[in-house]
């Protein structure tokens, strides 16, 4: 073959094929009802962030893990990277769902790095990467405020583009990588192939279970929440938006406070908890012992449907929190949430919480840990105006908690 007939770079409707594969990212009027996207300034914003980029894990297995996701959550395997891409330390699956992406990692090296992480942590969430339109002016903000600059930015790049990339360190061993790549048109990242699995979904599943990610949860240690509120302030220009603390989220025995930072247009929101006095240990302590120290808690999954969703994870062998039958016959709660979209029993045959405020109402549930260690969950949550996340059904989803922790000799 000569330099004249080598292949081409690929046109860019093409490359744009390859980037996208098939799998529809929400548009901003979906995101407007899905996870209440708002306007926003850009150019007045000190670090602006488009929104999620992925949530990357590092797993016991990531081929189980992989599979998992896709034959339970209905995520869909877009892209590699392993021994047979010429990673010899990992395996990594790209999974997308609408606009939600997340990679699951696991060791193939007994001495990579990831076993010594996994050892500590076990499986949980390690990078929650944000896309930026100018990763530069991000991390040279981050780092005039005081943010320890994990990987300076720089530029990786294949046949299909350049990728600019920093990272910035946060709770715990997590870290939000920067990314910009707005010249990227490959399957994830520079190292990665595009891949398929050959699963086949059930007849009659979804196309998707959810579109998006609405929020991700860190449980830092008692005392330390105001301090995490205050370095996504400082150096990140998120904002307060909500604040749930003592009585909102005690029960009998244990209560956390809870603070929520966002970006700009709300894309990013960070719930921060951290564990308040109680008669018993927290919910945040469990965390905290058995992810030993601050780590991503709980990601909440947009659906349009909760109810298909939570049906379809059921048959798949997800298990939820249960909810007390208390909790739907209470006159308070019917008469706080009033008119929702489908029958109350609807809701009870299927524990999904309500919870109205003055924007609106939202339905969400709560996944038992997907992991070994008592640590991290999913949440579905189908909001409908509503920009809250859960406030009033703070009390009655703790004590659905504790009685799981109490039955794991926690409590
Ligand atoms: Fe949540």
């Not at 929650?128 to 930015?153: F, Q, S, Y």
């Not at 749930?244 to 700009?264: C, H, P, Q, R, W």
């Not at 999913?378 to 989803?397: D, M, P, Q, T, V």
């Amino acid at each position: 073959m000569t330099i004249d007939n080598l292949p081409s770079r690929p046109a860019a409707s093409d490359r744009l094929r390859v980037a996208r594969n098939d799998e529809p990212r929400p548009t901003d009027g979906e995101l407007r009802r899905l996870v209440g996207l708002v306007e926003h300034d850009d150019s007045v914003d000190p670090f602006p962030v488009i929104g999620w980029d992925a949530l990357v894990w590092v797993v016991g297995n990531a081929t189980q893990t992989a599979h998992f996701l896709e034959s339970a959550f209905g995520m869909r395997l877009e892209a590699y990277s392993g021994p047979e891409t010429g990673n010899r330390d990992n395996k990594a699956f790209v999974l997308r769902s609408g606009g939600a992406r997340f990679v699951v990692t696991g060791a193939v090296d007994p001495d990579s790095a990831l076993v010594a992480h996994h050892h500590r942590h076990g499986d949980g969430v390690v990078d929650i990467a944000l896309e930026v339109p100018d990763v530069d002016r991000c991390a040279e903000w981050a780092r005039t405020h005081g943010a320890t600059i994990l990987v300076e930015p720089h530029d990786e790049t294949d046949e299909f583009g350049t990728v600019r990339s920093a990272a910035v360190a946060t709770y715990g061993e997590t870290r939000h990588t920067l990314i910009d790549r707005s010249k990227y048109y490959g399957p994830y990242l520079p190292g990665y192939v595009a891949r398929r699995s050959n699963y086949q979904p059930r007849a009659g599943t979804p196309v998707r279970l959810f579109q998006a990610i609405d929020h991700v949860v860190g449980n830092v240690e008692l005392g330390m929440m105001d301090q995490w509120v205050d370095f996504y302030r400082r150096v990140m220009g998120f904002t307060n938006m909500a604040e749930f603390v003592g009585d909102d989220i005690a029960t009998e025995y244990s209560a956390l406070m809870s603070k929520v930072v966002a970006n700009g247009n709300h894309r990013v929101k960070f719930p921060l908890n951290e564990p308040a006095a109680g008669k018993k240990r927290s919910q945040i302590d469990e965390y905290l012992e058995f992810y030993r120290g601050p780590g991503v808690q709980h990601i909440a999954l947009a659906t349009s449907d909760i109810l298909t969703c939570v049906d379809t994870l059921r048959r798949e062998g997800v298990e939820f929190l249960e909810t007390p039958d208390t909790y739907y016959s209470d006159p308070e709660l019917r008469a706080r949430i009033g008119h929702v979209r489908v029958p109350v029993d609807q809701l009870q045959r299927r524990g999904i919480l309500v919870d109205r405020d003055e924007d609106g109402y939202l339905l969400q549930i709560f996944c038992k840990p997907i992991t070994d260690r008592p640590t991290v969950f999913f949440e579905l949550i189908e909001r409908h105006g509503s920009l809250g996340f859960g406030k009033g059904n703070f009390k009655a989803l703790f004590q659905a908690i504790e009685r799981e922790q109490e039955s794991r000799g926690n409590l």
